[in-house]
DNA sequence: CCGCATTTGTTCGTATGTATT
DNA sequence: TAATACATACGAACAAATGCG
C-alpha cells in the first residue's frame, strides 16, 4: 500500500505515518470514536515494527487526536471543529473573569482539606477543610471556561446549595454577608489543556488554556476564595 | 544508587525516573541550563534500558521542563520567572526588582504606515507614519520575549538610535521628555508559538507563547506606543 | 577544515505485563 | 477462560547532529 519504508530518508517513519493519520482523521476516513487498526495492522500496513506505529501514536495522543485505551483499541477524539473562529469573548476586568460574575454553571462540589499551597493562600492552617466547586462558564452556549473555586468551610458551609440556587457567586456570597469583595493577587500563565480540560471544554486537540489563579478577599482582607480558571485561548480575549 | 527496578511493581519505571528528575529539578540539584547526565548515565545509574529514560526524559520535555538537543545533551529549561503587570509597570523594573539582569534588544527597525487599527491605538489618523522596533528580551541569558513596538513618527523620531544607545525604553523616552507613562490597555490571548517566535525566543518546537497587546500614553493621555509583546509561557508568570 | 568521539534520534526484534472483550 | 490489544521493558544497530582536537 505504501511505498516501504526505507531508514534514513530524511523524515522519520514515524513522522509520515502519523502524517498520513491525521490526514485521514481530518478528511474524514475515520470518525470521531471510531476504532483505528490495531497497532500491529498498522504496522504490516506500513511496513514497519510495532514500535514505529506507537511513537507516530503517541505523537497524536499528545494532540488528543486519538486516545489508546488498554485492551480495547485506540480511537479517535478529534471532534467537529463545533465552533468557527470568531471575535473572542472580552472580559473587561481580569477579576470578573476569575470569578465573581453572576455567570457559571456548578457541576459539582466536595470537601477537601488544604494542601500547603492552598492554606497559604487562604491564610488557614494546612489541612483545613475546604470547599471546592468545580463550574462550567459559557457565552451564547460555547464553553468559555472551567473554574475550580476554593472556599474555607467552616465559613461558608453550604455554599454550593445557594450557589445553586441562586445561580450567582455574587448573591451567594451576599447571603453570607460578603457584599463587596477585593482581589489579593491574579496570576497569569498558558499552556496546552489537559484531555480534562479538553473535554470539559469541547476544545480542538492540542489547543491551549490561559490560566488564571486568583485569590479574591472580603473588604476586611481575609480571603474568601481562591479560584483556578482555565479560558479556552482562542474563545477570550482578556483585558486588564 | 536506586533501588533495582522490578518490573510489575504498580508504577512504571519511566514514571518514577521522570517524577525522580522533576523533583531534582525543582529542588535544584540542577539549575538552568545545565545538563543532564546523559541518557546512557541516567540508564545506568537506574538500572534500566536507555529506552526507559527516554521516555522519562519525553515526559518531561512535553512539559517544557527539559530540552534534548542531538548531539550535545539534554539541558533543563528555565523555571517560570514572575512577571508583575500592573498601570506603571516596565521591564526593567519589573527584573530588577526580580533580582535578575533585564535588557531590551533592538533586532530591527523600520518605518510603517499605520493600519486603521494601530492608527486608532494610537490616535492617529489611519495612513500616518509609525515607526516600528523588533525587539527581544532577555532574563539571565533567556529569551523572556519579543516584542513589536509602534511609536507615533513625527514626534519619537530617531528612537530606535537612542533606545541602541540607552538599552532601556524608559531612558530613551526620557530622552524625547517623556519621563512617566501610563497603561491604557492591556490585551491578553495566549496561542502557540509561530515558526518565527520558535526562532526568536529559542522555543522547544509546539509551545505557546502568551501575547500582551497595550498602548500606553504619556501623562497627558496621549498614546507613545503600541506593543505587541510575546512571552514564552512557560518561562514566565503575568501577575496581575 | 577534517575527522573522531560523544550524544541524542530512529528503527527493528523480542519478551512480558495488564486490561478488555 | 481464552484471545485480543495496548503498555512496558530490554537489547542491538545505525543515523544524525554536535563539539572538540
Redesign the pocket.
Given at each position: 500500500m505504501n511505498a516501504p519504508?526505507r531508514?534514513?530518508d530524511?523524515i522519520?517513519?514515524?513522522?509520515r505515518i502519523a502524517d498520513g493519520l491525521e490526514g485521514e482523521i481530518a478528511a474524514g476516513r475515520f470518525r470521531r470514536g471510531e476504532r483505528?487498526p490495531?497497532?500491529?495492522q498498522l504496522a504490516a500496513q506500513h511496513?514497519?515494527?510495532?514500535?514505529?506505529v506507537?511513537?507516530a501514536l503517541s505523537a497524536l495522543a499528545e494532540r488528543g487526536l486519538v486516545r489508546?485505551?488498554?485492551?480495547?483499541?485506540?480511537f479517535v477524539e478529534a471532534p467537529p471543529l463545533r465552533y468557527p473562529i470568531g471575535p473572542r469573548t472580552r472580559f473587561s476586568e481580569i477579576a470578573t473573569a476569575a470569578g465573581r460574575e453572576a455567570w457559571g454553571r456548578l457541576l459539582s462540589a466536595r470537601e477537601i482539606t488544604a494542601d500547603p499551597a492552598l492554606a497559604e493562600a487562604l491564610d488557614l492552617p494546612p489541612g483545613s477543610p475546604v470547599l471546592e466547586l468545580d463550574t462550567l462558564h459559557e457565552a451564547d452556549g460555547v464553553p468559555i471556561s472551567t473554574g475550580l473555586t476554593r472556599l474555607p468551610l467552616p465559613r461558608f458551609a453550604g455554599f454550593a446549595e445557594r450557589y445553586a440556587e441562586t445561580g450567582s457567586i455574587t448573591r451567594a456570597y451576599a447571603s453570607y454577608g460578603v457584599t463587596d469583595y477585593l482581589r489579593r493577587s491574579t496570576r497569569i500563565t498558558a499552556r496546552h489543556a489537559t484531555p480534562e480540560e479538553t473535554e470539559a471544554l469541547d476544545l480542538a486537540p492540542g489547543r491551549v488554556v490561559l490560566v488564571l489563579d486568583s485569590v479574591n478577599t472580603d473588604a476586611q482582607g481575609h480571603p474568601i476564595q481562591a479560584t483556578h480558571s482555565r479560558f479556552a485561548a482562542d474563545r477570550v480575549e482578556l483585558s486588564a
Open positions: 519504508f531508514r534514513g530524511g522519520a517513519a514515524w513522522k483505528l490495531t497497532e500491529a511496513g514497519v515494527n510495532r514500535h514505529t506507537r511513537r489508546a485505551t488498554q485492551g480495547s483499541g485506540t
